[in-house]
């Protein structure tokens, strides 16, 4: 199994930035993909990016392209997810998640590790 541990949010002014960490544990050389989702108590869990683990092509939600940028450092285990120009409706918990499956599913059904999240709040 593979444990993840996300951390790196916070409360920022609308516009702001914002980085999220996600580091991985255990059988790390059984991951395909790395993704990120988010969700409220309004909607449903929400697909933001997910970033291939061999080859580091990265799909991103049209909602949040040109803002965020994800990132893999594979020595250390650790997926980044640089949040620019945030806005209020970005505020969720964001929770990154592994896949040993597909390699650019959109599906949270696609993903079987979750870390335990992280709060962003985004006023304006």
């Known amino acids: 199994q593979v444990q993840l541990v996300e951390s790196g949010g916070g409360s920022v002014q609308a516009g702001g930035s914002l980085r999220l960490s996600c580091i991985a544990s255990?059988?790390?050389?059984?991951?395909?993909?790395m993704g990120w989702f988010r969700q409220t108590p309004e909607k449903e869990r929400e697909f933001v990016t997910t970033?291939?683990?061999?080859?580091?092509?990265?799909f991103y939600a049209d909602s949040v392209k040109g803002r965020f940028t994800v990132s893999l450092d594979k020595a250390k285990n650790t997926v980044w997810l640089q949040m620019n120009a945030l806005k209020p409706e970005d505020t969720a918990i964001y929770y990154c998640?592994?896949?040993?499956?597909?390699?650019?599913?959109?599906?949270?059904?696609?993903?079987?590790?979750w870390g335990q999240g992280t709060q962003v709040t985004v006023s304006s």
């Open positions: 255990g059988r790390t050389f059984s991951i395909v993909s």
């Open positions: 998640a592994v896949s040993l499956t597909s390699s650019y599913s959109r599906s949270a059904a696609n993903f079987g590790s």
């Open positions: 970033i291939n683990w061999a080859n580091g092509i990265r």
